[in-house]
């Protein structure tokens, strides 16, 4: 079982590595398909350097965790996506649905969950 989520956790830092990436060095593609757009120079900025943060440190903490059997990554990678599992959620609440709006939830809090129960089972095999 350790190996098989190892293995999920290596695939989801590659997912979330690749998003980070197009973040990075193509913005106005990868904005495009979360519905962001910018008016200028500081909006794509933001959208640079705030999103390629947010995924490419999710991904670091789910390839950390899985490479060196670490459970502190994988939880604060965790907290990552619940909180933007939260916001989601209080937007779903204030402003209401859209088209697709549970896609990106349910990828948030599967990464979530993945990421608790993958530090829970790599610290109890970590002490044997």
Known sequence: MTTILRIVLLLGGIF?????ARFLFYPAG????????????????????????FFL???????????????????FTAALFGIALTG????????GSYDGWWTPMVVEAATMVIAL?????????ARH
């Open 16 to 20: 979330y590595g690749v998003m980070g």
């Open 30 to 53: 990868a904005a495009e398909g979360f519905a962001l757009s910018a008016t200028g120079p500081h909006g794509w900025s933001t959208i640079r350097g705030d999103m390629a943060a």
């Open 57 to 75: 440190v999710g991904a670091l903490g789910l390839i950390w965790g899985a490479a060196r059997r670490a459970a502190t990554p994988l939880v």
């Open 88 to 95: 989601r959620a209080i937007n779903l609440a204030q402003a």
């Open 117 to 125: 129960i993958a530090a829970s089972v790599l610290a109890r095999t």
